[in-house]
């Protein structure tokens, strides 16, 4: 049962590019949801991360927007750049409890 | 300081035979979890301790699969019999309370010891 589901697959983007990464949950006491970046043989690495109580935050070059009627979420990544090609996983957690990963999104930026 | 650091990095082993990993938290961190990844998938949550109890297991833990955190600090993960299907990286994360005691969501992984059953 995948309890959060992220599109696309992959995407390749023109440096510079605004890459957009989605997300959509269906349990509704999810009450974080951060996105990850992972490198080959690396573990995942926290990059932003929204609760539910905003419409959107910034860090950076990376947004994430929310949409709590919905139940989806999605991160922006601006001006984007040749070393931010990597693995990308939304992921949610209930009351501080363990995260649920999507899938993953592969992002390649072109020089 | 430290981040999170897994023993082995690697591990190629026989069908049948027995793996042990160990995985080493960010010293005060409260909260150890460990998950699963193959290629091409997100990963998939195993377990969690809190100190030294194991608060939650997932079904995708089967009884060949074991984890202790004895001592509140390192964990270890044991697998008794190894599958093919045991094949992925294994994923040891560790988190801490925020400043008003609760829980900041914010998950540190280690780098991941690969599993290579033949």
């Known amino acids: 049962q995948q309890q959060v589901k992220q599109s696309p697959q992959s995407l390749i983007v023109q440096k510079g590019g605004i890459p957009i990464i989605n997300c959509a949950y269906e349990n509704t006491a999810f009450d974080y949801f951060p996105w990850y970046q992972q490198f080959p043989g690396k573990g995942p690495a926290l990059l932003i991360a929204?609760?539910?109580?905003?419409s959107e935050k910034k860090e950076g070059r990376f947004t994430i927007s929310f949409n709590k009627s919905a139940k989806q979420f999605s991160l922006h990544i601006m001006d984007s750049q040749p070393g931010d090609s990597a693995t990308y996983f939304c992921a949610a957690s209930e009351y501080g409890n363990k995260l649920v990963f999507g899938a993953g999104t592969i992002l390649r930026v072109k020089s | 300081d430290t981040g999170v650091s897994q023993d082995p990095r690697h591990k190629i082993t026989k069908r049948g035979q027995n793996v042990t990993f160990r995985c080493d938290p960010i010293s005060e961190h409260n909260r150890l979890y460990w998950y699963r990844q193959t290629l091409g998938q997100g990963p998939e949550f195993l377990t969690y301790f809190q100190n030294e109890a194991q608060l939650e297991k997932s079904r995708l833990l089967s009884d060949r699969f074991s984890a202790e955190r004895p001592k509140g600090s390192f964990s270890t993960l044991e697998i008794q019999r190894t599958e093919q299907g045991d094949s992925a990286m294994y994923l040891c994360a560790s988190s801490s309370p925020g400043l008003a005691g609760g829980w900041t969501g914010e998950l540190f992984f280690g780098e991941g010891s690969r599993l290579t059953v033949l």
């Open positions: 929204i609760r539910p109580d905003v």
